[in-house]
């Protein structure tokens, strides 16, 4: 059974850094398109920051030149490191895998204070 599981959310001030991780019970990882999503309270859920299976990233303008995703395949490991937090960077974030079908966590949550 496929499992995603996400750590690292916490509540931090403005200003300040997290490193969220997401380990992935999948086979071939390294054949899986990985992002990472933020839902905010009352908000659809949005795309933060995508790496593919070619190491090929991208981000939200919201994010850019303050977040980086990477991931270690041999570890089954994704990850985003959040620096210069934003109050507007508050939401459960989910950690997403995708090839042939896709999965998702159960989300960790980043609360970021003014």
């Known amino acids: 059974q496929v499992q995603l599981v996400e750590s690292g959310g916490g509540l931090v001030p403005a200003g300040g850094s997290l490193r969220l991780s997401c380990v992935a019970s999948?086979?071939?990882?390294?054949?899986?398109?990985t992002r990472w999503y933020r839902q905010a309270p009352g908000k659809q859920r949005v795309l933060v920051a995508s790496?593919?299976?070619?190491?090929?990233?991208a981000y939200a303008d919201s994010v850019k030149d303050r977040f980086v995703i990477s991931r270690d395949n041999a570890k089954n490991l994704l990850y985003l490191q959040m620096s210069s937090l934003e109050p507007g960077d508050t939401g459960l974030y989910f950690c997403?895998?995708?090839?042939?079908?896709?999965?998702w966590g159960q989300g960790t949550q980043v609360t970021v204070t003014s």
């Open positions: 790496i593919d299976r070619n190491g090929t990233v």
């Open positions: 997403h895998v995708s090839r042939a079908i896709e999965y």
């Open positions: 999948i086979f071939a990882f390294e054949l899986y398109d």
